[in-house]
């Protein structure tokens, strides 16, 4: 195990990150074939760790090289002291950087953090290079649960950027979780401040919640507007691309997203009651000098196949790509 990586934003990168990156790393996983498989999602905050352990342990996601996680977080009440990042790389015999985001306070307390929310990069290589990059901090707050209101918060929004090897080639491996409440504006800035610490050139895969709603969720009227922009033309949700800045400052990074998403398909379910063809388009892969394999990529519903419960709101992203 190694957590002695070099962080990568310590020369002058500004905003910076509030935390450095965690890294546990392990030998090589090598596959069979000359294909490298991409699974993406977000977590949830972790809360159904074995349910999501199960769906990776299953197909089609099965065999995963790299593992993209949004919202793990550390420190919950029901496992004191356990990182659920590498406790899933553990389990997964692979490699983990973890970039915390935020830090959580319990009432009462001025100093004392109890738990934390980042994102993580699971990796069947390990990790030669890793970065935590802290990017733009839309001024519209972000949502919290009733329950946690009261907790005191210190961070910024923090992406990772890491290098690895892969079939001996190297490979640069991004992740962003991207603010859920601001205007698509706001998200453009934040992924621009992102892509600032991501080579411009080179084999690469970016992969985030992306929270392309195409509108601002700020307050109670805007969702209700938003409601009524979602039963008006639902198809927008499902292709937020002509609304959402972030993906023209992919584009000039040279990462494209076609043929590693499908196309038109919902990744979020925030219920079961919403009909799908009203369901947003959030969580997206984007690649670089790579190709997709015809017909790998799929959306996959975290779901026990026993008692059909989901392990998150958000869907399985997945894709294989030819090395």
Known sequence: MDRDVRDLTAAGAKPTPYFPPIVVNRA???????????VLLNAAGGRKVREILACLRRPPLQSADVI???EVNTGMKRRPGRDLATELAEALEMSCAYAREFGLRPPGSESEIVSYMGNAILSAAPFEDVAAVAMHKPPTPMAWPMRMRRWSRVGTPTGLVTRAKFGGEELT???AHLHSRCTPAERGRQMATYLESFPAAGRAIFGGDLNTTTTELSSRALILAT???????????????????LFDHLRERGLEIEGVNVANRATFTFSGLI????????????????????GTAAVVAPRSPILMRRASDHDFVMVDLEL
């Open 68 to 70: 993209l996680l949004c």
């Open 173 to 175: 491996v991004g992740l």
């Open 227 to 245: 409601a009524r922009q979602m039963l008006a033309n639902p198809d927008r949700f499902r292709a937020p691309e002509g609304y959402e800045p």
């Open 28 to 38: 090589a996983r090598r596959r069979p074939d000359a294909r490298l498989r991409v």
């Open 275 to 294: 009909p799908r063809s009203m369901r947003p388009k959030l969580d997206w892969l984007a690649v670089r000098e790579l190709r997709p394999i015809a």
